[in-house]
């Protein structure tokens, strides 16, 4: 680890967790995405991404709820899951990308529907993966 007397600059084993983890989490990405995408297939709307955003919103708001208020994970832990499987996993840049194209190819109504699926599912992720965390474990 390299250090300053501010703080840590440089630690491998951090550095190492978030590339595991992020590893992990776009190749689970890859597979719910590819799955979901083909339950939809007939249709051009991009389902895969928003079931990986929704599975990825409620799992970061049910280990949030059970870090934050429970102890369950330790730093290492959590920067493992929450930055590396997490922020691997979910595909916000991949949901831009879709939402553009639709809005490219006028697919209108569909680019609209994406951005507030987005929107209220993945919020609404979040808050039932803390109420059902908090309900198991309070």
Same mark, same amino acid.
């Given at each position: 680890m390299l250090s300053t007397g501010r703080g840590i600059l440089f630690d491998p084993l951090r550095y190492a967790l978030v590339a595991l983890g992020g590893s992990l989490g !776009?190749?689970?990405?890859?597979?719910?995405?590819g799955y979901a995408q083909q339950i939809g297939r007939n249709s051009s709307f991009p389902i895969g991404t928003l079931v990986v955003n929704i599975v *990825?919103? @409620?799992? &970061? *708001? @049910?280990?949030?709820?059970? %870090?934050?208020?429970? *102890? /369950? /994970?330790? !730093?290492? %832990?959590?920067l493992f899951t929450v930055v590396g499987v997490l922020g691997g996993f979910t595909t916000f840049s991949a949901f831009g990308n879709?939402? &553009?194209?639709? /809005?490219?190819?006028?697919?209108n109504l569909a680019a609209i529907a994406n951005i507030a699926g987005h929107i209220v599912l993945c919020l609404g992720a979040v808050w039932l993966g803390r109420a059902t965390a908090y309900s198991i474990w309070r």
């Open positions: !776009a190749v689970l990405r890859y597979m719910l995405s *990825g919103c @409620f799992t &970061i *708001g @049910f280990l949030s709820e059970l %870090a934050e208020n429970h *102890g /369950l /994970l330790r !730093a290492d %832990a959590r879709e939402t &553009i194209n639709l /809005l490219r190819q006028s697919e």
